[in-house]
């Protein structure tokens, strides 16, 4: 999924022996990495970095060079069975966050202006955290933020529902070339069983939470509300509290656009950021939300550089 650990020279064989086995799916394909790069899409380095065992791919990545490479599976059973992060190091402050994830039967997320780090590519966490830790830490961070992500991948992974604002969408990090992969990661997320994206959009009446928050369903139905400020995360089991984060989390839930207009959204999105007009495959979920005659017209717009759109928020 994400960069390689180099604390772990389990973790790197299991990168070059991943990437020799792309290697040998792609040239009995006859593509060039230029060839599938652009057929994913994704920038062509990130296919050479995979190939050369320097990068640990995603998941979304390997299911697209699974299906495009006709490789029957292979990559995405080599992926699942890999423990691509043996050794982490979470910041202090959010350890106990981490390890939840690490337990969590389900996680229901409402997140604005950024993406939630559960559904974050590895550029775009890299490109966020940067400017303020420095590309040494920031690496370390986006390891072991990406390590968070992996059970919700597997085959029977946990529940993750997510309201997006649509400013995460807007806000541009790193790079257009950056959004394009985050918005195609989204949306090869958004296809897997357990996992449901939902976008409150721009132009919607909502009366939007002040915050970001996460709530956390753990193995005996204990119950925890996440929430962040600068530096430190707040949690709360009150059920009080519980039950209120709920009943808005119902409420953000059945006024987003669906999952399946959400797609159509999160697509137009990244074809801005493409500049080229090329569309993901989507599959069923987004090709006949993006066929349908009489769906909702969703207003588009152009992405923006860390700004802000002003909306009414509670």
Not at 21 to 45: F, G, K, M, V, W
Not at 199 to 225: C, H, K, N, Q, Y
Not at 273 to 288: I, K, M, W
Request: with cysteine; glycine share 6%; charged share 25%.
């Amino acid at each position: 999924m994400g960069r390689r650990n180099d604390n772990s020279g389990a973790a790197a064989t299991s990168a070059a022996l991943f990437g020799e086995l792309l290697r040998h799916h792609r040239e009995r394909a006859n593509l060039s990495q230029e060839q599938l790069a652009a057929q994913i899409p994704c920038d062509r380095s990130l296919v050479t970095r995979v190939e050369a065992g320097t990068r640990v791919p995603q998941l979304p990545f390997v299911s697209r060079c699974d299906e495009l490479l006709n490789a029957d599976g292979m990559l995405v059973s080599l992926w699942s069975r890999v423990n691509w992060y043996p050794q982490v190091d979470h910041p202090d402050w959010f350890r106990r966050r981490a390890e939840m994830d690490a337990l969590a039967e389900a996680v229901h997320v409402y997140q604005s202006q950024f993406m939630p780090g559960l559904l974050q590519s590895d550029d775009y966490a890299h490109a966020l955290l940067s400017p303020t830790l420095g590309a040494k830490l920031a690496q370390d961070w986006t390891t072991a933020r990406l390590s968070r992500q992996q059970r919700f991948f597997v085959p029977d992974g946990p529940l993750l529902f997510v309201v997006l604002d649509e400013s995460a969408l807007r806000n541009v990090v790193g790079s257009p070339s950056i959004m394009r992969d985050q918005c195609a990661f989204l949306l090869a997320a958004g296809k897997r069983p357990n996992i449901r994206i939902q976008v409150a959009p721009a132009e919607s009446p909502l009366d939007l939470p002040a915050a970001s928050f996460s709530m956390i369903t753990l193995p005996e139905g204990e119950r925890w509300i996440y929430s962040e400020s600068l530096d430190r995360g707040h949690f709360s089991n009150d059920p009080a509290v519980h039950t209120r984060h709920a009943r808005t989390y119902d409420v953000l839930r059945a006024d987003a656009l669906s999952a399946l207009e959400s797609a159509a959204l999160i697509t137009s999105f990244m074809e801005g950021y493409s500049g080229d007009g090329q569309r993901l495959h989507l599959g069923n979920l987004g090709q006949e939300q993006l066929q349908r005659p009489q769906r909702r017209r969703l207003r588009r717009g152009g992405p923006r550089i860390r700004g802000h759109h002003r909306r009414r928020r509670t």
